[in-house]
């Protein structure tokens, strides 16, 4: 079955440092994957995705994610946290061997809620 | 563009009562998928539309059910309301023939069960 995991409920990182949030991910194919940021109250906003290619993909707001195959892990980073960064950041895989083309399962994971401190 | 539409934004229910929440999708995208959001259990997908057939389903009960118009806009209706029920209800939308394609996501419906 496929699955994501965030290990992490928190990560607090202070302004200016690098920052990471981390996924690991379980599918029978290759894997679509994605990262969303929520905001309170919000809905999700799309930030980057890794489809095939450079295993180094660049999103928003400086945002970037390192697709590792061997790892099954595609972790978020930005070189340099902003207070603005705080936010609820959700890894999500899709698995398109399955689903007959259907574009709009995705499993996400639990979340991992960023607090960037000034 | 406007994005996502879903309305209500807030809503209060009673258990037993019955609910609809309507989504009005990015124009021109073909798809439109359901989530369910709670603290306990994340986010959980419901269903899709495309071109106003159901292309998959989540695993819910079926007191759950959705539609998709013509228009693409699309509307899921939560009967005989539990408790558990209470949740954000997002809506998103895709183009819906893109390998690959990221979905697009509303605010969410914010439904509150008494």
């Known amino acids: 079955a496929q699955s994501v995991a965030q290990p992490e409920d928190q990560v607090n990182v202070a302004e200016g440092n690098p920052l990471t949030v981390k996924c690991t991910y379980s599918v029978s194919g290759n894997p679509y994957l994605f990262w969303y940021v929520q905001y309170p109250n919000r809905g999700l906003q799309f930030l980057l995705k890794?489809?095939?290619?450079?295993?180094l993909v660049k999103g928003s707001y400086g945002f970037e994610a390192e697709f590792n195959k061997s790892q099954t892990s595609f972790h978020l980073k930005k070189p340099s946290a902003l207070v603005s960064d705080s936010a609820l950041y959700f890894c999500a895989v899709r698995d398109p061997s399955n689903y007959g083309g259907s574009q709009g399962n995705l499993i996400f994971g639990k979340g991992t809620k960023l607090s960037v401190k000034p | 563009k406007a994005g996502v539409t879903q309305t209500p934004r807030y809503l209060i229910k009673t258990r037993g009562q019955q609910v609809t929440l309507s989504c009005s999708p990015i124009s021109g995208h073909r798809s439109v998928s359901w989530y369910q959001q709670t603290p306990g259990q994340g986010l959980q997908f419901l269903f899709e539309y495309f071109s106003e057939t159901q292309r998959n389903k989540g695993n819910f009960p079926g007191r759950f059910s959705g539609r998709q118009f013509s228009n693409s806009r699309s509307e899921m209706n939560v009967s005989t309301l539990e408790l558990g029920d209470s949740a954000l209800y997002l809506c998103a939308s895709s183009p819906g023939q893109v390998v690959g394609g990221e979905l697009f996501f509303g605010e969410g419906s914010r439904l509150t069960v008494l």
């Open positions: 890794y489809i095939t290619g450079d295993n």
